[in-house]
């Protein structure tokens, strides 16, 4: 019975230099790459001068990152698949995933916990033809470099209340091990935001609506829906940033429904919420929310909030006092540590073809620790045609630095590299949950803690929507001057484990039901950590999960221990 160290190396390079003289920079890097397709702006649907999505993940599973890109119709989308030497190919023909449809959003995730990430459409249909409802995607990845769209089939086409093609995310909102889909609404006539719960077989329920959901669906003209433990409870909080004031908060009751508690959180400030992204801005230990929004005092357009958490579900909005109100016409936004000093830091892309906000640059909000500075114009993060749309961060050269893809509405698509020199050292984390079938895949719902010059750090894997974008799903954290790092990760089901690694490396953390001690290791000290549990009855060793501790669950964890895991 061999003890087996629970993570897997997939790269480990060097960064040099401190993070305090750090310069952030980027490099356009689109044509080089291989990215050589447009977004269209069909005439037929008018809205869609808001669209252009993308979504991140590693389809064939190769250790590189991918991207499927939504074209808008005139071509069909497009699945660059990450070649390695900083160049994409582009497979969606032989994937299976070429439609030509007006789509608009699109989020990735293992519905079917196959360890193969699917990824979730949504659409108004084939151009020309007006916007028309229950065209949404779900391309499951067959996990032979093909995909099969079961959208009809699972229940997920879309809301039977009007044609709808805007955000979507996975989660576990009722922490069932399944993944679920949240999708947002801006439509006339309204359709609503939509819950979809999983079934667990290969099938999906609409339970969107009271008591689930409550609050009338009307009411929430939604763009970016995002799954996220707000209040530290492990179960998810949905919160959606929306239009004309009706950004939502709905607390998780942990029982399979939802409570609106926007107006005593403090939150839903914004006016023409587009855009959001969650992260622990301040370093407290609990995640804030940055709502993206159209910035324009003259027509009292409120700009950007910056909600920071106070615990008790109770925010206190800085986004002016902490100087990123301002992002012009906002769209998509993404948390991200671009020096690696430790804190996380805010890009947001913006545009529209009407006065002022014709020709906006992006905007790069780094954090100083109690307020941000802006660095563009100057750092390289250009758009020269002012009209951005979804913005995701990954790491597409695994070189360590957190880059950036973007989306242009009737513009191509854009991939910066980051080249920031003189910033610290880093940790880029994937979470491996597949030896338990009652734990969402890709470790949602986990929380991840990690050291480093500045402390501990808290952080989650990001399957939330930026807006109509989903970007890499894994903890990319900065260590400042840290030399290694020390990890901990609080797993949905309240078990942890706990690492220390050496800086400048990624790595996979994969849970172990074994491990009962938590250090990573499964040895002699976890049969006697397993024999005091079962003799007490406590119900952390029912295994296979049918509320009774008994010789059954002894066997299971033998199995485990026996494999090492």
């Not at 995909?147 to 209340?161: L, Y």
């Not at 979809?196 to 959901?213: E, K, S, Y």
Request: charged share 15%.
């Amino acid at each position: 019975m061999q003890a087996k160290r629970m993570m897997g190396a997939l790269a480990i390079l060097s960064v040099c230099g401190s993070a305090a003289s750090a310069q952030v920079q980027f490099t356009d890097v689109t044509v080089a790459a291989g990215l050589n397709r447009s977004h269209s702006f069909p005439a037929d649907v008018p809205v869609s001068v808001m669209h252009a999505g993308l979504a991140v993940g590693d389809f064939n599973r190769d250790g590189r990152q991918d991207i499927f890109y939504l074209s808008g119709g005139a071509t069909a989308d497009c699945l660059f698949i990450n070649s390695g030497g900083g160049t994409f190919t582009d497979q969606a023909g032989p994937y299976n995933v070429a439609a030509s449809h007006v789509g608009g959003g699109a989020a990735v995730g293992d519905y079917n916990k196959d360890g193969w990430p699917d990824i979730y459409v949504t659409s108004y249909g084939p151009r020309g033809a007006g916007p028309q409802m229950l065209q949404n995607k779900l391309y499951r990845n067959n996990g032979d470099g093909t995909f099969t769209d079961v959208a009809a089939a699972a229940g997920v086409r879309g809301s039977p209340n009007g044609p709808d093609a805007w955000g979507a995310t996975f989660g576990d909102y009722d922490l069932d091990g399944d993944l679920d889909i949240a999708t947002g609404s801006w439509s006339d006539p309204l359709a609503g935001p939509r819950l979809f719960r999983n079934n667990g077989n290969g099938t999906f329920t609409d339970v969107t609506g009271a008591p689930v959901l409550a609050k009338a669906a009307a009411q929430i003209f939604g763009f970016s829906p995002r799954f996220l433990d707000m209040d530290g409870d492990t179960y998810p909080e949905l919160i959606v940033a929306s239009d004309f004031y009706t950004s939502v908060y709905f607390r998780n009751n942990g029982n399979g429904t939802f409570t609106d508690i926007t107006t005593s959180t403090g939150t839903g400030l914004e006016n023409n919420g587009m855009g959001e992204t969650a992260a622990d801005f301040n370093n407290d230990g609990r995640f804030d929310w940055y709502v993206t929004s159209i910035y324009n005092p003259a027509l009292s357009r409120t700009g950007n909030m910056l909600y920071l958490n106070q615990g008790g579900h109770v925010y206190n909005e800085v986004g002016l006092s902490q100087g990123v109100r301002d992002g012009g016409w906002g769209w998509g936004t993404t948390a991200v540590d671009l020096n690696l000093d430790g804190r996380m830091d805010i890009v947001a892309t913006n545009g529209f073809p009407t006065d002022p906000h014709i020709g906006e640059d992006s905007h790069v909000f780094i954090n100083q620790g109690g307020s941000f500075t802006q660095v563009v114009p100057g750092c390289g993060l250009t758009n020269p045609t002012g009209e951005g749309r979804g913005l995701v961060r990954l790491d597409y050269d695994n070189d360590g630095r957190p880059d950036i893809a973007m989306t242009v509405n009737s513009g191509p698509i854009r991939l910066f590299r980051n080249v920031s020199t003189g910033t610290g050292r880093w940790l880029r984390v994937f979470l491996d949950t597949s030896r338990d079938a009652r734990l969402a895949p890709g470790g949602i719902n986990a929380k991840v803690y990690i050291t480093g010059s500045l402390g501990e750090t808290i952080h989650y894997i990001d399957n939330g929507c930026n807006y109509l974008s989903t970007g890499e799903q894994s903890v990319h954290a900065g260590l400042g001057s840290a030399t290694s790092a020390g990890v901990r990760v609080v797993w949905p089901n309240g078990r942890e484990t706990s690492l220390t690694l050496a800086a400048d490396q990624t790595v996979t953390i994969s849970y172990c039901p074994a491990d009962l001690t938590g250090d990573g290791l499964v040895d002699f000290s976890d049969y006697l950590e397993f024999l005091n549990r079962y003799d007490a009855g406590d119900a952390s060793v029912d295994y296979n999960g049918d509320g009774i501790v008994d010789f059954a669950d002894y066997l299971d964890f033998l199995n485990f221990y026996d494999a090492g895991c």
